[in-house]
């Protein structure tokens, strides 16, 4: 009885598909904002402040940067259907540190844009 034996120098196709996951993860880990939350928003603003910091746990809707202070940015959330929060962080030597987090007025995307526009412009690239 002959026997012969066959290599398949393919990977197997779930070793490839493992390997591909876990760098996605990396990827996200290593994009990922870690914000140093402050007592001013919670004080402020209450539990608008805690709804906003929860939304953008699952990332940003838009990001915008001041005009005029190159290390501020402003992270903007969908809080729901047209109702918008924004989450103001400076970027400092130590991290990114929370400055506040709000609903602009009524929290209407015109009226949000309206107020931003007048301040900073979108940013289309990461946190730094």
Known sequence: MDTTWTSNKRSPPIILFIALILFLLLIGILLAVTVQETSHAVIKHGDVAIAIRSCLQKGEYQ?????TDPFKYFRICQLGP???GMQ???CLTTGVCEKTAFVKGNGTWVELTRYLSRIATRFNGTIP
């Open 63 to 67: 990001i915008w940067k001041s005009t």
């Open 82 to 84: 047209n109702h918008f």
């Open 88 to 90: 103001i962080v400076q």
